[in-house]
């Protein structure tokens, strides 16, 4: 499987510091987009700890011979490692205290996608000329519309949209949400944060990749996009196609 991959981040027009992170690794084909949250620059520790400790997870423990069904338990356990990392951390420094961070995963091995997420950060696929989301984002918000309780329209008005239901490092027992999926040749998955969903539609998100050459012109191009549109806050976007062959 030939990936090809473009990230990028962004503190936007609003802040002083940038909490998101990310990380790609082509060869590996593991994607990553981590949002910290926590005062005192807490949000930029939680958001690199937990990205580091997937990293650590997946180089020491991953080789191309293993089964996908060993991928999504040694996936967990990292987040699982990263929640306990983080929350000890915040529990030694008390200027660290209440840190936490979102976590998306995406690991492309063996033609299939393995998803593990735990927050509001997104996957999105997009696959002939269709954007479908991949994650649930686990705010209140979200619960409420999937229960029906309010509506789409609502829901995107609503100023408690960001109020998560869980987070590493700051949730106990994390609900960890995995999804595996078969890959098809053409297939561009898109990890991002809030501050990019925030400031654009799914509909605007779809013109920009139907527009531009992915993944780095589509990139820079969505990025510009949430910035022309307020940029308020920390934008991060990475892009992975892969390839036709
Ligand atoms: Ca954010």
């Not at 927050?119 to 649930?136: A, V």
């Not at 654009?200 to 992915?214: D, G, M, V």
């Amino acid at each position: 499987m030939k990936l090809t991959a473009y990230g990028q981040t962004d503190v936007g027009r609003m802040r002083s510091n940038n909490e998101d992170c990310f990380y790609l690794d082509e060869q590996r084909g593991l994607f990553i987009v981590a949002d910290g949250m926590g005062g005192h620059a807490a949000g930029e520790i939680a958001s690199k700890m937990a990205v580091d400790t997937v990293c650590e997870a997946i180089e020491s423990k991953f080789n191309e011979q293993m089964a996908p069904e060993e991928l999504q338990p040694l996936l967990a356990a990292a987040v699982t490692q990263a929640n306990r990392s983080i929350s000890q951390a915040a529990a030694e420094n008390p200027t660290w205290h209440g840190m936490g961070t979102t976590l998306t995963v995406l690991l492309l091995h063996a033609r299939q996608a393995f998803l593990t997420h735990v927050g509001d950060s997104r996957l999105y696929r997009w696959r002939n000329k269709t954007l479908t989301r991949l994650s649930d984002d686990h705010t209140l918000i979200d619960a409420q519309l999937r229960r029906g309780i309010i509506s789409e329209r609502e829901a995107s008005q609503s100023d408690l949209r960001n109020i998560l239901l869980q987070a590493v490092g700051i949730t106990e027992e994390l609900d960890i949400c995995q999804k595996t999926l078969p890959t098809e040749p053409g297939d561009c998955f898109l990890l991002c944060s809030d501050g990019l969903t925030d400031m654009l539609s799914q509909e605007s998100i779809s013109e920009i990749l139907t527009s531009s050459s992915l993944p780095q012109t589509g990139c820079r191009e969505l990025m510009a996009a949430a910035l022309a549109a307020g940029g308020r806050d920390n934008i991060t976007a990475v892009l992975v196609t892969v390839d036709n062959k």
